[in-house]
């Protein structure tokens, strides 16, 4: 049983991009925290109940831990590989660090889209419309599909959310 007693915290240090994020304080709690520019850029309380839940989701889901462990498992794989290629000790050092790097952005992808469908599910529960949350996409810059971006396409994300809610609401 995940500990959700989440601690809500607003970053309002000066000049901060919009931004959401999740994290452990020291004694595990969890925290979300809003940045003030993103509560400002909000036009409705649907999309904040979204993000919110986003963030919560990544919380729920555990991402914090199973990046991590992806992002080791990718150094190894790396390391290992460069090894067996006859590659030097700096050289095996700059192919781990490049595996993890990419390990870590390919699952974050994957974690984001899960965060979306659990985000907008806590949301619905909660009373709030999903898919007018979701509106907050449309004045993201759109990451697009390089093969390194760490966050999906914008409208991958907001077909996400529109069909968690037809799967929850049979609509
Ligand atoms: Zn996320």
Partial sequence: MRNCD????IDDRPGQPPNAFQTLDDRG?????FTLALIRDARNADELAFVLGHEAAHHIAGHIPRR????????LLAGVLAQAGGATPDEVRAAQNLGAEVAA????????LEADA?????????GFDPIRGSGFFDRLPDPGDRFLGSHPPNAQRKAQVAATVRRLTGG
């Fill in 6 to 9: 989440f601690r809500i915290v």
């Fill in 68 to 75: 991590q462990d992806q992002a080791l498992s990718g150094a």
């Fill in 29 to 33: 709690r969890p925290v979300v925290g």
């Fill in 105 to 112: 952005r390919s699952y974050s992808r994957e974690f984001e």
């Fill in 118 to 126: 659990l985000g907008a599910e806590i949301a619905l529960v909660a």
